[in-house]
């Protein structure tokens, strides 16, 4: 069975503040995608990244990065220097196996105050 | 430029009505998924289509069915609907069979069983 594990329900920073979001999972697959979508206040959800079961480097993109480490089963998303537009829900997915379903966290609510 | 849509955007039903949320995608996409979104239990897959006349049940299926008659279209229907499915309802695809590519969600309908 596949499961995605977001323990933070909530975080509250001050913006500039430099934050982690948790994601945990769970498969028996060895093949296997995880994404971050983030969420918005105004509810689209929005596509951040994907990263494969096979590459563990670590990546930046701007104020984002995210860490992979397959021996813990963990991927986490972590914004430096936090903004007051960064304030969404963001969820972590998993997916692979051969029903190729896209399982998603329970999300962790960001709030970042000016 | 491609997109995915969802309608209506908002729809306040009767306990005990059917009802079927339209979702139209020009992506031309073969999966498509529905998803409801709840507080506390982030994003849970009703159900799924790998292409036309292909449909399988999620993790919440009961109460709901789908249809895949065209790949363009994935309605989703409540046959007789319950309280319980008040929700936030989001549509999605992706491209084939690959587990790399990521979904594309539509912006959500809000349901209201009264």
């Known amino acids: 069975a596949q499961k995605v594990t977001q323990a933070q329900t909530e975080i509250s920073v001050v913006e500039k503040e430099d934050v982690t979001l948790d994601c945990v999972y769970e498969?028996?697959?060895?093949?296997?995608?995880l994404f971050w979508y983030k969420q918005p206040p105004s509810g689209e959800l929005v596509f951040l990244i994907r990263?494969?079961?096979?590459?563990?480097q670590n990546e930046i993109s701007g104020r984002y990065s995210w860490n992979f480490q397959k021996s813990t089963s963990s991927f986490n998303f972590t914004i430096t220097a936090s903004q007051v537009v960064d304030s969404a829900v963001y969820f972590c997915?998993?997916?692979?196996?051969?029903?190729?379903?896209?399982?998603f966290g329970t999300g962790t609510l960001l709030a970042v105050q000016p | 430029d491609a997109e995915i849509t969802q309608s209506p955007r908002h729809k306040i039903t009767e306990t005990g009505r059917q009802v079927t949320l339209a979702c139209h995608q020009t992506?031309?996409?073969?999966?498509m998924f529905w998803y409801r979104q709840d507080l506390g239990h982030g994003l849970r897959l009703i159900h799924y289509?790998?292409?036309?006349?292909?449909?399988n049940k999620g993790e919440v299926s009961d109460g709901y069915s789908v249809s895949r008659s065209n790949t363009e279209d994935l309605p989703l229907t409540l046959e007789s609907a319950a309280s319980s499915q008040t929700s936030v309802y989001f549509c999605?695809?992706?491209?084939?069979?690959?587990?790399?590519?990521?979904?594309?969600f539509g912006q959500g309908t809000r349901l209201t069983v009264v």
């Open positions: 999605a695809s992706s491209e084939g069979q690959l587990m790399n590519t990521e979904a594309f």
């Open positions: 498969t028996r697959d060895t093949t296997y995608y």
């Open positions: 990263r494969n079961s096979f590459d563990e």
């Open positions: 997915a998993l997916r692979g196996g051969a029903t190729n379903k896209l399982i």
């Open positions: 992506w031309n996409h073969n999966n």
């Open positions: 289509s790998y292409g036309v006349h292909d449909t």
